[in-house]
């Protein structure tokens, strides 16, 4: 009897040493924290006033559009605006013009089109820049030709101007738009429009550009019709 209690005793002091030096699980075993999202950025209200675009900048707040009859004001709902710029609104003669807001590597942009009345393809199609404190609108499509037809649709000109970043400017230069029209010239009246705009105050004109001033240009990626 005695020797019983004592195996089981024994094989009691034995089990708790076992458990007791278990080595903990290697690292590679534990559980991986969860990280802890950011908290999101302190924004402003968005200001009152008839909103046709908005969407998050790079600094996590909103870039709001308001617009009047004849004005549109961009604003940056930071706590700090680092952006505010106004201008008037682009000429869409038949329709109201439809707003989409970008974020590019030469700062916030706004396509501008304007509805067309057989499909989804516009009428005309404007890019909207900042210089300083003043909203530009190019019109993108002028010179380009008359709009051709593809399976009996209207779907614009076959050229246009194509934002690029040439450096801290903005380029804009004539390419095809529409396919299989690659080997087709640029019509002259879209040709002359071609050029750099300087995005600092004051700047917000077309410069003529020479030959080869593209070289070095990169495609801003802005989606255009």
Not at 10 to 39: H, N
Request: net charge negative.
């Amino acid at each position: 009897m005695i020797d019983r209690v004592r195996c089981n005793v024994t094989a009691l002091v034995f089990a708790i040493v076992t458990v007791g030096c278990e080595k903990p699980p290697a690292p590679s075993e534990q559980e991986t924290p969860v990280p802890v999202p950011a908290p999101p950025p302190e924004c402003r209200r968005a200001p009152v006033g008839d909103q046709v675009a908005h969407w998050i900048a790079p600094d996590g707040c909103p870039l709001v559009v308001v617009a009047t009859a004849t004005t549109l004001r961009i604003e940056s709902l930071a706590l700090t605006p680092t952006i505010t710029a106004s201008g008037p609104v682009p000429e869409c003669r038949v329709a109201a013009c439809r707003y989409e807001g970008v974020s590019t590597d030469l700062g916030p942009m706004l396509v501008a089109t304007e509805p067309g009345p057989q499909s989804e393809v516009p009428t005309a199609v404007f890019l909207g820049v900042i210089a300083g404190d003043a909203l530009v609108f190019v019109d993108l499509w002028q010179g380009g030709g008359p709009s051709v037809e593809e399976d009996e649709t209207l779907i614009g000109p076959t050229h246009a101007l194509v934002p690029m970043r040439c450096g801290s400017a903005l380029g804009l230069f004539a390419r095809s738009r529409v396919p299989g029209t690659t080997e087709l010239a640029v019509p002259d009246a879209l040709a002359v429009r071609q050029g750099l705009m300087e995005m600092r105050k004051g700047g917000g004109t077309i410069r003529p550009a020479p030959s080869g001033a593209d070289v070095g240009c990169t495609p801003l990626g802005v989606s255009l019709p």
